[in-house]
C-alpha cells in the first residue's frame, strides 16, 4: 500500500486511501459543524475495516483462490464464513505470523480482528443513524463527538496494524498451503495446543530456520 496521489473524484478500494477520504470529510466537519461529514466519515472506516480483513485473508491463500475469496466474502456476515474456512484472521494465525516474522527480523504488526470487528460494530451504531434524536444529530452533542473520537480511534487502529516504512504502509501475508513442512507441522500443533506459549512457539520455529 505504497503512497498515493489522492484526488477527490477518484475512488480506490484501499484502507489508507480511504483514511485520506476520512481526513477530508473531518475537515469539512470541523470547519461547518457538519454532523453528515461525520456519518460519511463512519461509513468510510466501516468499509476501510472490511477491506482489512479481506485483504488479510487474501493474502494468505494463492493468487488464483483470491477470486473465489472475494466472490464468497459478498454476502453478509462472508468475510467471517471465509474466515472460518481459511482462518487467517483467527488470533492463532496471526501470533504465528508474528513469530515467523520476528525470526526472520521482518517488521510487522499483529492484526488483531475482534478489535476490527469490535471497532465495526461500534462505528455502525453512527452509519445507521436514522434513531438519533435531532438534538444527538448536532455536532457539538456528546453523541457526535463521541462519534469523532471513535473514527480516530479506527484511523489509528489501522495505521497501526500495518508496518509503515518510507511513507509506505505494508500489508503481510502467508500462503498457508505453501508453508514448508518442517514449519506446517509447528503451526498444526500451535493451532490445537491450549499450552504452548508464543515464547515456545518461536523456540520451535526457531530451531527450523537456523
Known sequence: MSTMIYKPDIRKNNPIYLLRQVEELLKIARKYKNPSSLIYA???CRIALE???LNFLLHSVKREEREEIIIDSKPKNGIDRVNNKVGSLKHKYQYFLQAICEILNIGNERYDYSKSKDLQYKISTYIHSYHFEDLELEYDSENMQNCMALIMEIDKFIKSSMPYENG???MLGMEISSMPKND???FEEWKISSKMTYDELKEK??????
Open 42 to 44: 463512519s461509513l468510510e
Open 51 to 53: 477491506l482489512m480483513d
Open 168 to 170: 509506505t504502509w505494508t
Open 184 to 186: 506446517r507441522e509447528v
Open 205 to 210: 520455529l526457531a530451531r527450523n530456520h537456523k
